[in-house]
Nanobody
């Protein structure tokens, strides 16, 4: 069964850091495009950052550039997003996604596989 499972969400204070992980099962992430999105109630899902299947440069949304980074953990068939300098406006449900075909640039395309979402709350 093809599945993406996220972990690592929770409550963090403003200025703090959090690391989310997305583990794949049923397929290998090696040559897949990978991405993180987030969504808040009443708003569209926001693309945050992605790496193309071709392994090109990471694409970043302006809202997270310089604060968030994405990387693969091939040994665990997973990928992570490291989130630093978190702000209250980063509060959202975060989703990971993967796709075998998305190249560069990797924003603006439909993604095949999605995680279930994990809540991140930034509050003092």
């Amino acid at each position: 069964q093809v599945q993406l499972v996220e972990s690592g969400g929770g409550l963090v204070q403003p200025g703090g850091s959090l690391r989310l992980s997305c583990a794949a099962s049923g397929f290998s992430l090696d040559f897949y495009a990978i991405a993180w999105f987030r969504q808040t109630p009443g708003k569209e899902r926001e693309e945050l950052l992605c790496i193309p299947a071709t392994g090109g440069a990471t694409n970043y949304a302006d809202s997270v550039k310089g604060r968030f980074s994405i990387s693969r953990d091939l040994s665990k068939n997973a990928f992570v997003v490291q989130m630093n300098s978190l702000k209250p406006e980063d509060t959202a449900v975060y989703y990971c996604a993967a796709d075998p075909m998305i190249g560069a640039p990797c924003f603006g395309y439909p993604w095949d596989y999605w995680g279930q979402g994990t809540q991140v709350t930034v509050s003092s």
